[in-house]
Nanobody, 126 residues
Framework: QVRLVESGGGSVQAGGSLRLSCVAS????????MAWFRQTPGKEREFVAA????????DIADSVKGRFTVSRDNARNAMYLQANSLESEDTAIYYC???????????????????WGQGTQVTVSS
């Protein structure tokens, strides 16, 4: 059974940084696409970043472009989100998602991703 576990969330002041991690287990992730989404109360889960198996494909949402970067370590079945220059609008629960066949069509739609972690809270105070 596929399991995704996020960590690294916390509370920071505006302008600060956090590094989120997602570790996958229970399946074959050799060709997996992975992504970060975030969600605030009453809103749809929002795309943040996606990365292909060998990082040949990377996409970052416009709302965080230039501040967030995504990377992965296939040897550890891990993906990371480096979030810099954090703003209060970045406050959300951040979720890791995976698709065993790679980056799905319409990857910015949360419904395209079959596997999810439990989420990690990021709170940015101004």
């Amino acid at each position: 059974q596929v399991r995704l576990v996020e960590s690294g969330g916390g509370s920071v002041q505006a302008g600060g940084s956090l590094r989120l991690s997602c570790v996958a287990s229970g399946g074959s992730f050799t060709n997996a696409g992975m992504a970060w989404f975030r969600q605030t109360p009453g809103k749809e889960r929002e795309f943040v970043a996606a990365i292909g198996r060998d990082a040949g494909f990377i996409d970052i949402a416009d709302s965080v472009k230039g501040r967030f970067t995504v990377s992965r370590d296939n040897a550890r079945n891990a993906m990371y989100l480096q979030a810099n220059s954090l703003e209060s609008e970045d406050t959300a629960i951040y979720y890791c998602a995976a698709h065993s066949l790679g980056i799905p069509a319409g990857y910015f739609n949360n419904k395209k991703w079959p596997y999810w972690g439990q989420g990690t809270q990021v709170t940015v105070s101004s």
